[in-house]
């Protein structure tokens, strides 16, 4: 762990990928230097957050010139480890699973899933976007020795604990989680939950009760923590 | 607009459907109340945070009592507004569009997908988890006087600003847009954007960067602002 990086904020950090994603297109069109305001329309966060998050790693735009495009570069890769491929394997190849295995991670960031598992046998032994898909029973074996860090979940929720449980026991640290179960896991597994249900009500919660006076930006992030 | 619930921070009223899902269930099982610790290790939210989220809205916990769960579900059920079903629309019906028409909101949270749009004329015409396919071409005429205000966005990111522009002249107030494209639109349109990379990248940023001592909990919802 890199302890200078260790202190930016969590909110902070989880808005590091998509400054690297606009960073790194910007360099690719041969772009020197950037303002907060060109960041803030591109990216839809309010320039005075990019202002306090780059100010977190060291980067003090000038004013009148802008952050260093080619700085900021470097700094994302070298944070966001994208010199390092992270491995990843998928569990439930139904619709949502099947859209995560054609979503070309690789290209952006440098994550690729490896493995699917399902139960459906007229799934497995399949390759679906590159991706093989293994039966669910192999999962302890195919994990063994493979040095997988990270499952994406999106199974039904009654097998969701069932399946993290033997994640778990595999090794595997971190979980994005799609189902709408809860998980209980130990202190050192990391879970990030995506629910589409909960993303949905909190969209139409904010169209009834927030006018865009009460936000600092119509735009926003998924949820919650 | 509610002005009493309008002064709920926005971290806080983005939990409110996770809160609101648990407190049903536990009402549906007879439960008379519940204790900020039991609710904490349901929804995975630490119990400060619980606490602090109910004194908003004038749910005081007592001591060795815990909250009334019929209070909390009479509560949510009015700021969730969910005697009054939302209709919604969803755009782009591949494999993750294909996931949500047949996810079933309904049953969890007022709201429902009314019809969908796609510009396959293999999938128009269908229905898909009993929603209608539409053509694309037949958008603006088919939200005519419907009172549509929420669209899903599943489509591919090079066309979702065109796409976007066409549902804000067609009175769309909110759109959850699953695209990698940062939208532009007119401040009182509210985006919610959830990037399936950025939530992966993330995720692994996090297991890299953070231990669990940095952490009020391992268990973390998607993203950012």
Do not use: C, W
């Amino acid at each position: 762990m890199n302890q200078e990086t260790a202190k930016i904020p969590q909110a902070t950090a989880k808005r590091l990928p998509l400054y690297y994603r606009f960073i790194k297109n910007l360099s690719s069109s041969g772009k020197q230097r950037v303002s907060s305001k060109e960041l803030s329309e591109a990216v839809k966060v309010d320039s005075a957050t990019i202002r306090r998050d780059f100010s977190y790693f060291g980067a003090l735009g000038k004013k009148g010139y802008g952050y260093n495009v080619n700085y900021l570069l470097s700094f994302f890769r070298k944070t966001l480890d994208q010199d390092a491929l992270t491995k990843v394997i998928l569990i439930g190849v139904g619709n949502l699973g099947t859209a995560f295995l054609h979503y070309n991670f690789i290209k952006n960031n440098n994550t690729k899933i490896e493995m699917a598992f399902d139960v459906d046998p007229g799934k497995v032994g399949t390759d679906i976007g590159d991706v093989p898909v293994y039966s669910l029973d192999e999962l302890e074996e195919r994990l063994e020795g493979e040095n997988i860090e990270v499952a994406i979940l999106t199974v039904p929720a009654t097998s969701a604990q069932n399946i993290t449980d033997r994640l778990v026991s595999s090794d595997i640290k971190g979980v994005l989680n799609f189902t709408p179960a809860r998980l209980s896991v130990p202190n050192h597994i990391r879970i990030h939950h995506i629910d589409l249900a909960v993303e949905l009500q909190s969209l139409v919660y904010f169209l009834k009760h927030y006018t865009e006076e009460d936000t600092e930006m119509s735009q926003d992030e998924s949820v919650t923590e």
